[in-house]
């Protein structure tokens, strides 16, 4: 009983900082969502971006056009990097809500199939769908937290697509201005 007890308090203590997180993240989002710019904030604005953008779940956030934006007028490597790890870390979000909320996420067709996936080649179905820019990342790191995958995998993991498609975008625009610039 005494073990059981502290699994639903540990349980509870991951449910109420996932919720805290969230809120966090949305009044943050709401609050923030006009006053960063790349001039004003610069690194910073990167970051808070692309952890809001992440970390939100629904909130629309321009992560790809700030990281575009500042790859064009700041060091790409160092937006990529931040813009890579803020991702990253903002996706926590769903993967601790899955890793709270298990029983609830059982009934959908979708989450049948990622949880089908994800038994079978789960690094996979992480790194690509972090890879690619697409709206579904949260269901797939809310099934990840659901089915317990490794936290410190999923982090690799995710880190290192969200990396490479910030690096793809910052690069992309760093040298299409250079080469708008050079043409007129």
């Known amino acids: 009983a005494n073990i059981n007890h ?27 969502r006009n006053t960063f710019t790349v001039s004003q904030a610069g690194y910073a604005g990167v970051a808070v971006t692309a952890l809001i953008a992440s970390g939100g779940l629904v909130i629309p956030m321009p992560a790809l056009a700030t990281a575009c934006t500042a790859g064009a007028l700041l060091n790409p490597w160092v937006v990529v990097l931040i813009a890579g790890t803020a991702e990253g870390l903002g996706e926590l979000t769903g993967y601790f809500l899955g890793y709270s909320g298990r029983g609830i996420l059982n009934q959908g067709r979708l989450y049948l199939r990622l949880e089908a996936w994800m038994g079978r080649r789960g690094w996979l179905v992480l790194f690509l769908v972090a890879l690619v ?40 625009c760093t040298y299409s201005v250079s080469w708008l610039t050079g043409l007129f």
């Open 133 to 172: 820019p697409n709206p579904i990342f949260d269901v797939v790191g809310i099934t990840a937290g659901a089915l317990r995958y490794p936290v410190w995998r999923f982090l690799g993991l995710v880190w290192t697509g969200k990396t490479l498609k910030f690096g793809a975008i910052a690069y992309a």
């Open 6 to 32: 502290r699994l639903v308090r540990k349980r509870n203590l991951v449910s109420l900082a996932t919720f805290l997180a969230v809120v966090a993240t949305a009044v943050a989002a709401f609050l923030l």
